[in-house]
């Protein structure tokens, strides 16, 4: 079966600009959450959607946000970029939050100039 | 930070051995999860073991979880050249969320 996909796999932005990323869960996975690794801060917990619902948030400011669609694909979106947002930003998919691990995508690594 | 933390953070040895990794958490959980990460790409799930169990085996790999110390520990033995990468272990927490050690960079020597 196909895993998560993330699209972009790179992007170069300018600080000031606005980025979306786009993330294909695991058919048959409602569980999407993002991710962001840095080499300073290394992988942080952004949110988890389920069902086109928010339930958990990371502490990073109201510039990150996210959305889930009623297919699962679930995109995130930074606002106002600034040098520090550059990072691999990491997609997960579960079937099961409890009793099962994330299946991870390949990331979009984001460059902010 | 509430990333829990991993050591050694680097960790090399030849074919053949066996590479232990540690991690503490900090939090009460649902499960802790190891994870490999090949060259800044996406993340490998390897292993789950869940808060009630003490010790869980699939293949090379070896896990144990102690609650009491908040602490766990993963085991791969006959190392081969192919398991350099960097390994993750991952506090699944209430609230559906993973906290990410730090990480062990193992490198296997051939």
């Known amino acids: 079966k196909a895993g998560v996909t993330q699209t972009p796999r790179y992007l170069i932005k300018t600080r000031g600009q606005q980025v979306t990323l786009s993330c294909s869960p695991i058919s048959g996975h409602r569980s999407v959450s993002w991710y962001q690794q840095t080499p300073g801060q290394g992988l942080q917990f952004l949110f988890e959607y389920f069902s086109e619902t928010q339930r958990n948030k990371g502490n990073f400011p109201g510039r990150f946000s996210g959305r889930q669609f009623s297919n699962s694909r679930s995109e995130m979106n930074v606002s106002t970029l600034e040098l520090g947002d550059s990072a691999l930003y990491l997609c997960?998919?579960?079937?099961?939050?409890?009793?099962?691990?994330?299946?991870f995508g390949s990331g979009t690594r984001l460059t902010v100039v | 930070s509430q990333q829990g933390e991993e050591d050694p953070q680097a960790l090399s040895i030849q074919e053949g051995e066996n590479a232990t990794m540690n991690c503490s958490y900090k939090?009460?959980?649902?499960?802790l999860q190891w994870y490999r990460q090949n060259s800044g790409r996406g993340l490998v799930h390897l292993i789950l073991?869940?808060?009630?169990?003490r010790e869980k085996h699939s293949g090379r790999l070896r896990v144990t979880l102690d609650t009491s110390k908040k602490s766990s520990s993963l085991l791969i033995t006959a190392s081969r050249a192919a398991d350099t990468a960097s390994y993750f272990c991952a506090s699944g927490e209430y609230g559906n969320k993973l906290v990410f050690g730090a990480g062990t960079i193992l490198r296997v020597k051939s």
């Open positions: 073991i869940r808060s009630n169990e």
């Open positions: 997960a998919s579960s079937l099961n939050t409890v009793q099962g691990g994330y299946t």
């Open positions: 939090t009460s959980i649902n499960n």
